[in-house]
DNA sequence: CAAGACCTATCTATCATTAGAAAGGCAAAT
DNA sequence: ATTTGCCTTTCTAATGATAGATAGGTCTTG
């Protein structure tokens, strides 16, 4: 039976984000997901040579839907706020929706152990994400100085990715929204 | 050759300590603690039988060690601005020092994936936390509401957490000191 | 028929875990 | 003081399970 299934890529990167926000990069395996996908673990190879491969792949796969579902950050028919707003709400439903971490939270918690392209990836999912809140920050704030733009940016992304790594800890997330309710004011 | 080498068992700690920190619960093998050890891997399920019985152990000591550094939260000898200096100063030195994250926050991010013990043991860890800082705060701000208070802990041990987890993912230490900068105002 | 997707089957390495033996320390019994 | 025996620690050796990865075949589609 060789039907190419028109989505087994789409749907190892999916299981793949899903088990590694669950246990991590060490804690994923190829049978795993070729369980959960209905298909053999040569096959998942078949598509993602090596762990590292698959992880790079799913990896800047979550950066791109993540930052796909932010916007534009210029887009000049919203307002700096309902952008802040927006990106709070982003994390909000990772955590509370999917009920799990930030993929890139969990793979920067284990960085250091990472395949080097993995790490990589991560690193970009956190530089873009500044990137993008420097921009909201330069229409919300044009007074700024770009240093501290860049702090609160950091700030920012910190903050959130705190409150889900603490939601997370304490099995409760509702902590979520009490870490994140004064976070501009 | 039957030495009853005085610290093995506290050699197995710090050894695994440093590396879960780095890799996570799943990315540490009792070969690899046993070879930093310098002993072999059934040395080290002698004196702890499994994985679970390592990692609670491992945490428990962790949090005991953390709480220890940081004193008695109602030391009347010691400022309430003062400690929660310190408590950041703890949360550098870990980073900055050791170069690497909290193992708790660690264990939080791959929580779901975790056998039972070492899940609690993860969470211990926090509501220990959030205790220490309700406790500063309630000397701090006597007029803080209990739920404010609990708020405002929950909110700087999130910040810590989060500022290590994204100088981690951004590979640059000096984004801890700019992100909790601004912590208390 | 050529290419892509998936399979069976297998490899080697490593995983956590266990059984059983050797070795040394300690203390009661001699 | 020496012996006896237990306790702890460590070892060798092996278990079955699982890891990532590969070779080569089969089927389907274009």
New binding site residues.
Partial sequence: ?????EG??DKIIKTTQKRMREAGFHG?????I?ADV??????V???F??????GVAVTDAYTEQFLEALGDPDDPTRKPDELLKLYVANFRRALVKDKRMCLCGVLASEKSSLPNGVAKSDQAFFEKNIAWLEAVLRRKSPRMSPKNRYAEAVRIIATLEGAMLVASGLGDTATFDLTTATLFK
Avoid: Y
């Fill in positions: 039976m060789a039907k190419q299934q087994t890529v994923v395996s190829f049978r795993d070729a209905g298909i053999k673990s040569a096959s190879h078949h598509h040579p090596t762990k590292e491969d698959l």
